[in-house]
């Protein structure tokens, strides 16, 4: 009797988790963060004082109970998403606490939009971290699509349904007034809205992407199959409209126009969804005298210097001031911006730190929109690609309408940075943003189990997927 024996198994050795760097990257942030705080008390003539540093040290606690979440929930998460997003945070802070400064100086009156924002900022972790304790895997937020999408939905319409005195400011209905506090829901519904895309997209990418008629080297969907994206339209015309944020309604729509083509590959609806949304614009544009304002001002906001055009030309003086390496952190004056705290806070960078401090910025969140789109790339199921995709899709979306909006590239919208702006349901939602983003990289970078290298000529052939034309 003879033995046959087995060829070798290799194990193919586990992925190193990177938590260490994590937490080098965190103490890097920190000192960064730090340094900011003391240039801007100097320059403010405020003196330098020890228990500045406890700003540092707080720091390091809060983004410290991150990176243990972390460390035992989600040990493969990318290592350098929550440092540079703890950076931001912390440069955020730093900038609202010098605009405190210069307006409790001007009215005598104290401000404590600092001091609110590294509350919300407790908040924000918390909720990431909380997010990463229990959901476990990703896939299960795509079993609840459709009541994900029916709460995104509730959530754009609430405002819009409430008198104006609990939900419009600056003239636009995007707010939930609740007594001490109140919450912009639009920023909760792009991610719910964003599940539900994915997760719909996932169920009937084969209906999408097998049918339909070829036209001019496309090939459009059928009629029927057009729901999708005529409810995506109507949604965001609809807060156009009816809540005058053209803002949301671009990154909704756009959001979900790309996940769309991820989807599907499939240039013709990406096309389909572009004509849709010109002839709506263009419509609101002739109807409604907010939508005309916006456009108006972007093409010619000196001509109404001191009026509706103010916010975009104090922007375009602020630039001009920072040149290309800016005044120093405390030495400009971008509290002549309106809103520089919110909207404007990149203005508000542009002056202090000039082209290079705000080439930076752009480029910190450069990177994570760049590790999410490769945290798609290595996801294992289809729902998980589309979902990473999408959350880093929607943050560079958000930040070229912001960037865009300040610059007098597109028109101004009203968008916030995400996690350097004011704001408390912002800085919330883009922290459960973050947190879904890590648990699909944790599942994304996890080693299979019982992964073994086989030898055998058919574990090198390629696959093909062929589909019905």
Same mark, same amino acid.
């Given at each position: ?6 060829p070798? &198994? ?10 260490n ?6 103490c890097?942030?920190?000192v ?7 240039? &801007? ?18 720091f ?10 972390l ?23 730093v ?34 971290a ?85 036209l ?19 949604i965001?015309?609809?807060?156009? +409209? ?15 126009? +790309? &996940? ?69 952190l ?31 910025i ?40 912001? +960037? ?37 990289s ?28």
């Open positions: 009797m003879t033995t046959q024996i087995q070798p &198994v290799a194990v193919t050795p586990p992925l190193p988790t990177r938590r760097a994590e937490v080098a990257l965190l890097f942030a920190a960064i963060t730090v340094a900011a705080l003391l240039i &801007v008390e100097a320059n403010q003539q405020r003196g330098l004082r020890w228990d500045l540093t406890a700003y540092g040290l707080v390091l606690l809060v983004f410290g109970g991150a990176h243990l979440t460390r035992r929930f989600a040990p493969y998460a990318d290592p350098l998403l929550l440092p540079i997003v703890a950076l931001l945070n912390g440069l955020g802070l900038m609202i606490h010098r605009l405190d400064l210069v307006t409790n100086e001007l009215s005598g009156h104290h401000h404590a939009s600092a001091s609110q924002q590294m509350l919300w900022t407790l908040v924000g972790v918390a909720a990431f909380l997010v990463i304790t229990f959901l476990k895997d990703h896939r299960q937020l795509g079993r609840y699509s459709y009541i994900y999408g029916l709460a995104g939905l509730i959530f754009l319409a609430i405002p819009a349904l409430l008198p104006a005195s609990l939900s419009e400011q600056n003239g636009a209905k995007i707010w939930i007034r609740f007594p001490g506090f109140s919450i912009q829901p639009a920023e909760f519904s792009k991610i719910l809205l964003l599940i539900f895309f994915s997760a719909v997209l996932v169920a009937k990418r084969g209906l999408f992407t097998s049918v339909g008629k070829h001019m080297g496309m090939t459009l969907p059928r009629p029927r199959d057009l729901a999708p994206l005529l409810a995506a339209w109507v965001s015309v609809g807060v156009m +409209v009816f809540e005058k944020d053209l803002g949301t309604s671009l990154l909704l729509y756009a959001s979900f126009l +790309v &996940v769309v083509y991820l989807a599907t590959q499939r240039f013709s609806w990406v096309v389909i969804g572009l004509v849709l949304f010109t002839a709506g614009s263009a419509v609101a544009y002739f109807i409604f005298e907010h939508v005309r304002i916006r456009v108006q001002m972007w093409w010619d906001p000196f001509s109404d210097p001191d009026g509706h055009g103010y916010q975009i030309v104090q922007s375009l003086f602020s630039f001009a001031t920072g040149g290309i390496f800016g005044t120093g405390g030495n400009g004056q971008p509290d002549t911006v309106p809103a520089a705290s919110t909207d404007f806070i990149t203005a508000a960078f542009g002056e202090e730190l000039g082209l290079v401090g705000l080439s930076s752009l480029m910190l969140y450069t990177i994570v929109i760049v590790r999410g789109l490769r945290t798609a790339i290595a996801s294992r199921d289809s729902f998980g690609k589309l979902l990473a995709a999408g959350l880093a899709s929607t943050l560079a979306i958000q930040l070229f309408i912001v +960037v865009g909006g300040v610059t007098q590239l597109i028109p101004l919208t009203g968008l916030t940075t995400p996690w350097m702006s004011y704001g408390g349901s912002s800085l919330l939602a883009n922290y459960v943003l973050l947190a879904i983003l890590a648990r699909v944790h599942s994304a970078r996890h080693p299979s189990r019982n992964r073994v290298r086989d030898t055998s000529p058919i574990a090198a052939a390629g696959t093909e997927v062929i589909e019905r034309v």
